[in-house]
């Protein structure tokens, strides 16, 4: 049997107001979430069924709301939450990685996005 296995959720795409300055609040922009779930196998492998695994469309639903929830100046903070709320919903989840993009961060320079990473073990 499998000591764990990794469930992702690759570059989900939401619309919010997250920052710390005012125009961040007022104007809004696109954050993109990974989220790399170690899983307890039990015996959802073995029998096929999702009642023992994490259900990745309910996973999705839960980042969603967060990301798209009350405001935050860090998406550090961000991050850490849906990590917390993953594994609270989820009694499967071992470690959440929790990955937030914000590509249009207010920095005097050229950049693709800032990102930020956090760990969570349950």
Do not use: W
Not at 11 to 31: K, P, T, W
Not at 63 to 75: D, H, N, Q, V
Not at 77 to 99: D, G, M, N, P, Y
């Amino acid at each position: 049997m499998a000591e764990s296995y990794t469930i992702r959720l690759v570059n989900c795409a939401f619309f919010a107001r997250h920052g710390v300055h005012d125009e961040e609040e007022f104007l809004g922009q696109r954050f993109f979430v990974d989220a790399e779930l170690e899983v307890e196998p039990g015996r959802a492998l073995e029998t096929d069924s999702i009642e023992g695994t994490v259900d990745y469309g309910v996973a999705f639903k839960v980042i969603e709301e967060i990301i798209t929830g009350k405001r935050r100046f860090l998406i550090e903070a961000l991050a850490l939450e849906v990590a917390r709320a993953l594994t609270s919903r989820f009694s499967q989840i071992r470690r959440a990685r929790i990955t937030v993009r914000k590509p249009n961060a207010p920095v005097p320079g050229v950049l693709d996005h800032v990102e930020v990473v956090v760990d969570h073990r349950a």
